[in-house]
């Protein structure tokens, strides 16, 4: 039962900030003074609580480990003052969040619970939001369920928690791509749309297949033709084909990336083509050898807007000599960058700014 002070709080008798690099924090290894903790039994979810972020006791036997029953989001606070952080569409991230709890059987959770939990972990967290550009705290929700039983079925208990993590760049250089023809994402009526841990853990060992060739990522294509390009896994795709940008449309597949769905939102604004459809990988690689494909890169929250140096498929590459974005990818990414660090206008009314006393 959700009593009318949202959350129950307990403040840290000590920050642990000093012991932590906040212009070189690697990628989700920090983690913030405090988390939100709530637990769902005999039908509800119980009072939220914030308290000192720490270990959580688990017994071997709970479900989730077992049966992976759980989903999560990312979303990222940005540093604009000393008074001033900005939070990104948290909106789409809830709205996704419930999709993904619906599909995998998870109790909805109300949506003042999760924005108004990121924004009170924030006030209580500033200061682990890293001043430094491009370096933000990552916050990551999550639900999963937590009955004590290995039984495959739908749980009766479950926690949602949010955590925090003060990050730099999910990938610090370009990527190299390569699709395979032996391994699939996501499946037509399966999960792939969800933000659930299955998927992840799917896509490892294709992953490290990959990477044994000097790929750093799969490049997924679909499940029934092998043809049609889907995602990276960790990202949404974006090519740029004579001029014109192009992204998968989703079909159920694909996870729906709110960072994917600015860059539409902003070539839109700018008039600029685009076109959301599906891209097969033999146009992709025809484009290649015709000198239309300008650019590509992928597109995700922790990834931000990703470079893409080469794409792999079918024993044949198309390279690209670079070392940072291309002239498309670049002008997505400083727009999207400074309206979250309050740089410029925020026409699409994307940000949600907390105000710290
Ligand atoms: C994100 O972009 O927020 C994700 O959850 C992707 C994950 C591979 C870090």
Request: charged share 25%; with cysteine.
């Amino acid at each position: 039962m959700i009593t009318d002070t949202l959350f129950d709080i307990t403040k840290a008798s000590e920050s642990r900030i000093a012991d932590v690099d906040l212009d070189a924090p690697g990628f989700g290894r920090e983690f913030a003074d405090h988390m939100l903790e709530m637990e769902y039994r005999d039908g509800q979810w119980q009072q939220p609580e914030i308290k000192p972020f720490g270990s959580i006791e688990i017994t071997p036997a709970l479900n989730a480990l077992h049966y992976a029953q759980s989903v999560f989001e990312g979303t990222k606070a940005y540093y604009v003052d000393g008074s001033t952080i900005n939070l990104f569409r948290v909106q789409k991230n809830y709205e996704r969040m419930a999709r993904s709890c619906e599909r995998m059987c998870i109790p909805t959770i109300e949506k003042d619970i999760f924005i108004e939990g990121i924004k009170e972990l924030i006030r209580l967290d500033h200061q682990w939001v890293p001043e430094k550009e491009g370096n933000t705290l990552y916050i990551r929700p999550f639900a999963c369920a937590f009955d004590p039983i290995i039984s495959a079925r739908v749980a009766e208990q479950y926690r949602f928690y949010i955590i925090t993590s003060p990050v730099g760049s999910y990938y610090e250089r370009p990527v190299k791509l390569t699709t395979t023809q032996q391994y699939v994402r996501a499946v037509k009526g399966g999960v792939g749309a969800a933000k659930t841990a299955g998927n992840y853990a799917a896509s490892l060992y294709p992953a490290q297949q990959a990477k044994k060739e000097g790929f750093d990522q799969v490049l997924w294509l679909d499940a029934e033709e092998h043809t049609y390009v889907e995602e990276v896994g960790t990202m949404n795709i974006f090519f740029v084909i004579d001029g014109v940008l192009v992204t998968p449309s989703l079909r159920g597949t694909i996870l729906p990336g709110v960072t994917r769905d600015s860059i539409i939102e902003l070539a839109k604004h700018w008039d600029m083509p685009v076109e959301e459809r599906r891209i097969s990988i033999e146009e992709v690689m025809q484009a290649g050898k015709d000198d239309k494909l300008e650019e590509v890169f992928g597109a995700g929250t922790a990834a931000v807007v990703a470079p893409v140096e080469e794409v792999h498929h079918d024993g044949q590459s198309v390279t690209f000599d670079i070392d940072g974005r291309g002239p498309v990818g670049q002008k997505f990414y400083k727009a999207i960058t400074d309206i979250q660090y309050g740089k410029a206008e925020d026409p699409f009314d994307w940000i949600a700014s907390v105000k710290i006393d």
